[in-house]
Nanobody, 121 residues
Framework: QVQLVESGGGLVQPGGSLRLSCVAS????????MGWYRQAPGQERDLVAR???????NYSDSVKGRFTISRDNAKNTVYLQMNSLKPEDTAVYYC???????????????WGQGTQVTVSS
């Protein structure tokens, strides 16, 4: 089965930085796009950033200029470099990927388990 595993979350002070990683594994034919979403307690899950296979990117206005998304297609890995972190960035961050599995013709969304990012003094 296809699996996404995130890493890199933790506790950081305001103004600090973190780098999140997400690796997709399993019986994968192709990954069309990968992205990061976040969800704070009592809030909806919102887009943070997304990147296509040809490196086209989209960012939430709240993180643009501070966060950078990138990917390594050969390693099925996406990264999120987070700089100048603010308390309002505190949330569970989820990796998402649109993946076509082997022996299938349909692209489906897959989600990781999430990693906690806490920005606090």
């Amino acid at each position: 089965q296809v699996q996404l595993v995130e890493s890199g979350g933790g506790l950081v002070q305001p103004g600090g930085s973190l780098r999140l990683s997400c690796v997709a594994s399993g019986r994968i034919f192709n990954i069309a796009s990968m992205g990061w979403y976040r969800q704070a307690p009592g809030q909806e899950r919102d887009l943070v950033a997304r990147i296509t296979r040809n490196d086209s990117t989209n960012y939430s206005d709240s993180v643009k200029g501070r966060f950078t998304i990138s990917r390594d297609n050969a390693k099925n890995t996406v990264y999120l470099q987070m700089n100048s972190l603010k308390p309002e960035d505190t949330a569970v961050y989820y990796c998402n990927a649109d993946i076509r599995p082997l022996y299938d013709t349909i692209v489906r969304p897959y989600w990781g388990q999430g990693t906690q990012v806490t920005v606090s003094s």
